[in-house]
C-alpha cells in the first residue's frame, strides 16, 4: 500500500511538474481550484492528500468531495491537471474555522475556496433543517442530485461556511434528504434575483431531548451564522421521531424546541414542517403523534408521506425512505411551504 500511494505520488508530482513549468493560463481568483486543505496557497501539502485518495470513486472510504475537484465521482489525473494549472498561486482567505482537513481522507464535506454569496439585489430565504437520519439522509445519491444550482447555498455542517448546496447536506455520508429537493423545487418559485440558504441540522439517531438540550446551541449558532449573512429565516423542516416513537409527551418537546428558537432568533410566527414517518416501517404508529404537532405547535403543517417506500438496504432499522421517496419527500415539504408562505 505505502509502495502505492508513493507511486501515485511520483506520477502526481512529474505532471504538476511538466504542467506547471508549461502552463500560461491565467485564472480568476474565483475560478482558481485546488487548496485543498484550505490554507490559501495551493502547494505540494495538497498534492500529498490528494495522493491519499488518488483513483478513489464515489462511495470508496476513502473519497471525499473536497478531493474531487471536478466532481466527477472519481479522484483522478482530472483532478491533479487542475491543481498543476493552479500550483503556487494564491486563494482568497476562507473565513477562519476550528475545523481541519484531517492527513487522513475522510468524506467530509468542506466548502470551495471562494465562498459564494445571496445575490445582492434579492432576498436571501434560509431555511433550518433539523432531524435525524431521514432528514440527514440515508439512501445514496445520484447525478441528478448533485446538479448545482449557485441560487441555492448551504451552511457547512461542520465548519459554518456556505457552499453552493449540493449532497451531501449533513454529516459524512454520500446521501439525500428531503433537503436536496426541497429547495430545488422551491426555488422555482422565487423570483430570479432571490437566492436559498439551507442550514442543516440533523442528526442521525438523536432525540428530541438532545435537540433540546445538547445540541440546541449548535443548532442556534449556525441559524445565527445564516442571519449574519443577510439571512431571513423563513420555515423550520424537521423530520424527527423514530427515536422517540410513540412517547406521548413527544408533541409537546418539539414545541418547547421550536418555542425556543422562534423566541431565541426572533423569528416571529414562521412555518414548522413536520414529516410523517415511513407507512410501512418499525415506527409507522409514531404518525399519530406527528399529526397531533398542529394542534400543539403553533403554524405547524404536517408532510405526507403516504405511497413513499422503504430503502431495500435498511434490514436492520426499517425507517428509512430510499431514493426516490426522498426526492417525492423534498417536493412535498416545498409544496407546502409554498402554501404556508403563500407563494404562487
Given amino acids: 500500500?505505502?509502495?502505492?500511494?508513493?507511486?501515485?505520488?511520483?506520477l502526481i508530482c512529474s505532471i504538476i511538474a511538466t504542467y506547471f513549468v508549461q502552463?500560461?493560463?491565467?485564472t480568476s481568483a474565483a475560478d482558481?481550484?485546488?487548496?485543498?486543505?484550505?490554507?490559501?496557497v495551493i502547494n505540494m501539502a495538497d498534492v500529498i492528500l490528494l495522493a491519499g485518495a488518488f483513483n478513489a470513486v464515489s462511495g470508496d472510504p476513502r473519497y471525499a468531495p473536497i478531493y474531487d475537484i471536478n466532481n466527477d465521482g472519481v479522484i483522478?489525473?482530472?483532478?491533479?491537471?487542475?491543481?498543476?494549472a493552479?500550483?503556487?498561486k494564491t486563494v482568497p482567505k476562507a473565513t477562519p474555522t476550528s475545523t481541519k482537513v484531517p492527513n487522513t481522507p475522510t468524506p467530509t464535506k468542506v466548502p470551495a475556496t471562494s465562498t459564494p454569496t445571496p445575490t445582492s439585489a434579492g432576498k436571501f430565504h434560509c431555511f433550518i433543517l433539523t432531524g435525524?437520519?431521514?432528514?440527514?439522509g440515508y439512501p445514496k445519491a445520484q447525478n441528478s442530485d448533485r446538479e448545482k444550482d449557485p441560487r441555492i447555498l448551504s451552511l457547512g455542517y461542520y465548519n459554518n461556511q456556505w457552499a453552493v448546496a449540493a449532497p451531501p447536506l449533513h454529516e459524512n455520508r454520500d446521501s439525500i434528504g428531503p433537503g436536496d429537493w426541497f429547495a430545488k423545487t422551491l426555488i422555482q418559485k422565487l423570483p430570479a434575483n432571490d437566492t436559498i440558504g439551507l442550514i442543516p441540522c440533523a442528526v442521525s439517531g438523536i432525540g428530541i431531548d438532545d435537540l433540546i438540550g445538547s445540541k440546541y446551541s449548535w443548532i442556534l449558532e449556525k441559524a445565527k451564522k445564516a442571519k449574519e449573512k443577510g439571512g431571513i429565516i423563513e420555515g423550520i423542516l424537521l423530520h424527527q421521531g423514530e427515536t422517540n416513537c410513540n412517547q406521548a409527551d413527544w408533541p409537546n418537546k418539539v414545541?418547547?424546541?421550536?418555542?425556543?428558537?422562534?423566541?431565541?432568533l426572533g423569528l416571529g410566527d414562521i412555518p414548522i414542517l413536520a414529516g410523517e414517518l415511513l407507512y410501512t416501517g418499525d415506527c409507522k404508529s409514531h404518525n399519530t403523534l406527528v399529526n397531533k404537532l398542529p394542534t400543539v405547535v403553533k403554524n405547524c403543517h404536517v408532510v405526507s408521506a403516504q405511497g413513499l417506500t422503504e430503502d431495500s438496504s435498511d434490514a436492520i432499522y426499517n425507517l428509512h425512505f430510499d431514493h426516490n421517496s426522498q426526492v417525492t419527500f423534498g417536493k412535498r415539504y416545498a409544496e407546502k411551504m409554498i402554501q404556508a408562505l403563500g407563494l404562487k
Fill in 86 to 88: 493552479n500550483f503556487g
Fill in 32 to 40: 482558481i481550484k485546488g487548496d485543498i486543505n484550505n490554507d490559501s
Fill in 255 to 264: 414545541n418547547t424546541l421550536m418555542t425556543k428558537l422562534k423566541n431565541d
Fill in 23 to 26: 502552463s500560461v493560463v491565467t
Fill in 1 to 10: 500500500m505505502k509502495i502505492k500511494k508513493l507511486l501515485s505520488m511520483v
Fill in 76 to 84: 483522478n489525473m482530472a483532478d491533479v491537471i487542475i491543481i498543476a
Fill in 132 to 136: 435525524q437520519s431521514n432528514m440527514a
